[in-house]
């Protein structure tokens, strides 16, 4: 590994970035290992559209891959399985080499009120971050509220967890660019720390 890793998003794809490896002892250093790093995001926004229509954006495999990966990245899941109780397998990265793989386990999903579930990203045989994530939607004046609440680890350092609040941030944009046109979706400017995103 050499010292490098490249950056990606828990459940979204961002444009590799290299990331310093972070670690904690001599030891941990020898064998290549980093301590983990956790944080919390929150990120929210509003969609001027019904509930129903942003759930069903969100919900549907096809329109998911349209607006979930930045405009030079591309995502495309092997397998869908979006329940309660389903799972997921999906590529990332570079559109000519999907170099990155990812793994979720939909623990509870609610139509139309939120879905809670685990996204493992990996680059080759390096497990990259781990994280449990919700989504939830709810009615507001203007439309749809979206909020995403990422628990992460991060095995490769800290760039790993600002990779995963940019591109969630990216994510929440192009949902509702998707959904009402470039421009029409505000992300909030904070994360649920008060750093800015």
């Known amino acids: 590994m050499a010292g490098r890793s490249r950056a990606v998003v828990s459940g979204f794809c961002r444009s590799p970035t290299p990331t310093a490896i972070e670690s904690s002892s001599p030891e941990s250093e020898a064998r290549g ?4 790093t956790t944080d919390t995001i929150r990120l929210s926004t509003e969609i001027a559209r019904p509930r129903g229509d942003v759930w069903a954006a969100f ?3 096809e329109a998911r891959q ?3 990966a930045p405009a030079s990245e591309r995502l495309v899941y092997d397998r869908d399985d ?4 389903g799972s997921a397998q999906y590529r990332c990265g570079s559109p000519e080499a999907l170099e990155f ?10 139509e139309e ?10 680059h080759g045989n390096e497990l990259l971050a781990t994280g449990m994530i919700t989504w939830s939607f709810a009615d507001v004046p203007a439309g749809t509220s979206v909020t995403i609440v990422n628990q992460v680890v991060s095995f490769v350092g800290g760039d790993m967890i600002d990779g995963s609040r940019n ?3 990216i994510a929440l944009e ?11 979706v505000g992300s909030s400017t904070t994360d649920g720390d008060g750093r800015p995103t």
């Open 66 to 68: 349209q607006w979930s």
């Open 101 to 110: 793989s990812a793994a979720i386990d939909y623990i509870h999903v609610e």
């Open 33 to 36: 290992l980093v301590n983990p």
């Open 167 to 169: 591109g969630h941030r």
């Open 113 to 122: 009120e939120f879905a809670v579930h685990t996204d493992t990203v990996w």
């Open 174 to 184: 192009q949902l509702g660019a998707f959904l009402t046109g470039p421009g029409q």
């Open 82 to 85: 979006f329940r309660t109780g």
């Open 59 to 61: 919900a549907d495999t």
